[in-house]
């Protein structure tokens, strides 16, 4: 079955920093992959996407590349700031319309410290 | 605004009681999703509507309910059966045009 796996954290870093996150995904055919981000006490707002091979999302400075190749969605940023400071999640969605579902890695808590 | 509220946010039930998780949207969207949230589990699927008046289970189904009677509602129901119902549980719906889950706040359920 469909899978995905992203780096345990949590990741701490200072402010400025440079952030990867890594994701890498199992699935047959070509799904579409998304970074959800979660605030605490909150839920999962999108923060990028990417349907096919190649195409690369980006939102508020963050920047993902789908990489059929190496099956990989890894999550950037250039530099951090304390506001980022949240829970990142990796997804997967197979197929279409309203019978698609999305599978989640297990997220990673990123800490930006001053 | 158009979005998802969940209500309550945070709900306390004694062991042997059941328990209904509201989920409203006014996003006109037809799919509408159940998830728990468990600390380093990531998401799991419970029930899944894709229109109203039809549910699937998802792969944690066991212990809940669910209906969708309305095309705004989308109401959980945490049943006795439920053997660990302390979790955080999120609502969602999907933009089919454009293939994209928007999630509510969450409800924080704690058993006693």
């Known amino acids: 079955g469909d899978s995905v796996t992203q780096m345990e954290g949590p990741v701490t870093l200072s402010e400025e920093a440079f952030l990867t996150i890594n994701c890498t995904y199992t699935?047959?055919?070509?799904?579409?992959l998304f970074w959800y981000v979660q605030y605490p006490g909150e839920g999962l707002q999108l923060l990028l996407k990417?349907?096919?091979?190649?195409d690369k999302g980006s939102n508020k400075g963050f920047e993902a590349t789908y990489r059929k190749e190496t099956t990989s969605f890894h999550l950037e940023k250039g530099s951090v700031q304390v506001s980022d400071s949240a829970v990142y999640f990796c997804?997967?969605?197979?197929?279409?319309?309203?019978?698609?579902?999305?599978?989640f890695g297990t997220g990673t808590r990123l800490q930006v410290t001053l | 605004d158009g979005g998802i509220t969940q209500s309550p946010k945070y709900l306390f039930r004694k062991e042997g009681q059941n328990v209904t998780l509201s989920c409203e949207q006014n996003?006109?969207?037809?799919?509408m999703y159940w998830y728990r949230q468990d600390p380093g589990q990531g998401l799991r699927l419970i029930y899944y509507?894709?229109?109203?008046?039809?549910?699937q289970k998802g792969d944690i189904a066991e212990g809940y309910s669910v209906s969708r009677e309305k095309k705004e509602s989308f109401p959980l129901t945490v049943t006795s059966a439920q053997k660990n119902p302390t979790a955080f549980y999120l609502c969602?719906?999907?933009?089919?045009?454009?293939?994209?889950?928007?999630f509510g706040p969450g409800t924080r359920l704690t058993v006693l």
């Open positions: 997804a997967l969605r197979r197929g279409t319309g309203t019978a698609s579902k999305l599978t």
């Open positions: 699935a047959t055919g070509y799904p579409s």
């Open positions: 990417a349907t096919k091979a190649d």
């Open positions: 996003l006109n969207h037809d799919a």
């Open positions: 509507s894709q229109i109203v008046n039809d549910f």
């Open positions: 969602a719906s999907l933009n089919a045009g454009v293939g994209e889950q928007f």
